[in-house]
């Protein structure tokens, strides 16, 4: 086999497993910052989250108990609730013609005791009894039948001789968390371990069933609402449905580009200094097969030998040297004939 072919394909599979050695270390940086970028976007969109909704359920939260009081002072001054039952039957036809409040729209009002004195259901409500721990005016109440999360509102109220209860319920329902929701986020309610409501309707509530049974990699953060009772509070899941900030397209397209541009400039500098290496051994080998079958200073010897050299100074040079200083002594101790031939 040639010495320029086997030097050849030498290079050539060296050259091919530095080129495997530079996709794979340049695929796990890939990979390592593919996943590092999309971590941090979605830890920071958590974050964002988190602090956005938080700011949402106190908000709400402070509008409604303003609702509620101003619905109050409303009734007291329209004097409904005095001269029961001609008056309370006024507050019903009033209540139906509004549909109820803007923000309540199903309530309950009773006297101290605990009766009944007018009851208004939205349709489509079933509203629970709720239970308050003296001195609350808020809490929860869920309304088994149709599966209805109500946070309730609690005022005093004159009712003409004594105080009583206003009671507001506020339906915790998928129209209230889409209309808080913005893109690419999933707002679900959870009460005692379920989903109640969803952004998404019912089928955002089959989707969070799934979260919980079969776990989730997507950012979320857990906001629980208020309440006297932590254990008995829903909470807020949010879920971030946005695609990954990086894609692996992205670091696709630019990685072959640079595995390409490596290769070509890898071809183009050491296939360049392979062929001139080569060709400077190629000539050497030749020089000494050519004083083997004619051992004299010929000029192609020479010529070869000069070109083994090169122009630089490194070990093929030094070989090539001292090879033509062993063929001019072996050249000049060997006898020669009156001619100036070398006998046979």
Do not use: C
């Amino acid at each position: 086999m040639p010495l320029r072919t086997a030097l050849g394909r030498q290079f050539i599979v060296r050259l091919l497993l530095a080129l495997l050695l530079f996709a794979a270390l340049s695929g796990l940086v890939s990979a390592w910052i593919y996943h590092l970028a999309n971590r941090l976007a979605s830890n920071q969109q958590t974050i964002s989250a988190h602090e956005h909704y938080s700011k949402v359920i106190s908000g709400l939260e402070q509008h409604w108990g303003r609702e509620a009081f101003n619905f109050k002072i409303r009734l007291e001054a329209q004097g409904f609730l005095e001269n029961a039952p001609q008056q309370t039957e006024k507050l019903m036809a009033n209540l139906t013609a509004q549909g109820g409040s803007l923000e309540f729209p199903s309530l309950r009002i009773e006297n101290t005791r605990g009766e009944t004195l007018a009851s208004f259901e939205y349709i489509g409500h079933k509203i629970p009894k709720a239970r308050f721990l003296p001195g609350q005016e808020t809490t929860w109440a869920m309304d088994p039948v149709h599966g209805q999360l109500f946070m309730v509102f609690r005022q005093y109220i004159w009712l003409g001789t004594e105080n009583g209860y206003l009671t507001l319920f506020k339906p915790m329902d998928h129209a209230l968390l889409t209309q808080y929701s913005y893109p690419f986020t999933r707002l679900s309610l959870w009460w005692q371990g379920k989903p109640v409501a969803s952004s998404e309707g019912d089928d955002g509530l089959a989707k969070a069933a799934a979260f919980a049974k079969a776990g989730s990699h997507s950012p979320l953060a857990r906001l629980p609402w208020s309440g006297n009772d932590p254990e008995n509070v829903p909470q807020l899941l949010i879920e971030s449905i946005s695609p990954p900030l990086l894609s692996i397209a992205d670091f696709a397209g630019p990685l072959l580009l640079s595995l390409l541009l490596f290769a070509l400039a890898a071809w183009f500098l050491l296939g360049t200094w392979e062929r001139r290496l080569g060709q400077r051994l190629e000539r050497l080998a030749r020089a000494q097969e050519s004083v083997l079958a004619e051992p004299q200073m010929a000029a192609e010897i020479e010529d070869d030998l000069r070109a083994a050299r090169g122009n630089g100074s490194d070990e093929i040079s030094a070989l090539a040297q001292s090879t033509e200083q062993l063929i001019r002594q072996a050249t000049a101790a060997k006898p020669t004939g009156p001619d100036g031939a070398v006998p046979s």
